[in-house]
């Protein structure tokens, strides 16, 4: 019997939780002034919100940065927006969990890399497909075999049952019946078998995963909302910054296209 599933694993990778995250507003602070005695004041103020005082090496060596600008303590689990010297608003985010994952001779690395990027498009209610990497936990994690269904022709089942691609939608053809598409965002999973749905199907699309906003910094990684409140200010993602909802929502509006993220 085929089976289609809802994934927990990637619930479980990320810290389970689907509660509205808590943004303190007591850590967003605003410097109208410029001055260096301001501006070392403001440091000396942060250095009590993050882990350690390293963590705010990222934002020492961005002070001198002209303009807005994002800065991104991978240590502290700590984001800024700057505006040349002033902070205009601070938030927890989760970074890459520096852990590697390998299947059928590929190896993909899970950290969020260091140095500059710039915001190069955003989106409002973005759609997530997941990458194979994301199949490949789930069947190592269930000890499920692995197999990427073709997109131009049927893949016949020891039943001799079908599973095909019609218009972009993966779905079933039993002996006798008419076609029936698998459900958007689950897993299709049969006789310990995961099956992978090509790029591009509706069933390679999850709505929801990357919360209400996304930012994107270019080569694959984001800076993005999340449904796991409980994985921010953790090494917990696979390389993109998550951040809380309000916080996400702050950056969509007032982070323009073009913007320094600064990453250290």
Known sequence: MLTFRRSTLAVTLAVTSCTAPHHDASRTRRYESSTGAVHHARLA?????????????????????????????LE??????????????TASVAVGMDSTLSYDGKVWNFETPRGTRRVIAKQAN??????????VEIAQSRHLRLVRLPEHEPYLLPDSSEILVRDSVVGLVQRGESFRPFAEGEEIVWDSTLYIPPLGSRQRHVEGELGHFRLDLGNGYLMHGTPHAESIGHPSSHGCIRLGDDDIAWLYRHVPVGTPVIIR
Not at 47 to 57: E, I, Q, T
Not at 126 to 135: D, G, N, Q, R, S
């Open 76 to 89: 502290g689990r700590e984001l800024w927006v700057l505006d040349g010297d002033d902070t205009i608003r």
């Open 45 to 73: 103020r942060l250095a009590s919100d993050v882990a350690s005082p390293r963590a705010l090496r990222p934002l020492r060596a961005a002070e001198d940065t002209d303009g807005l600008h994002v800065v991104v303590s």
């Open 126 to 135: 973005p759609t997530w497909a997941p990458p194979e990497w994301h199949y």
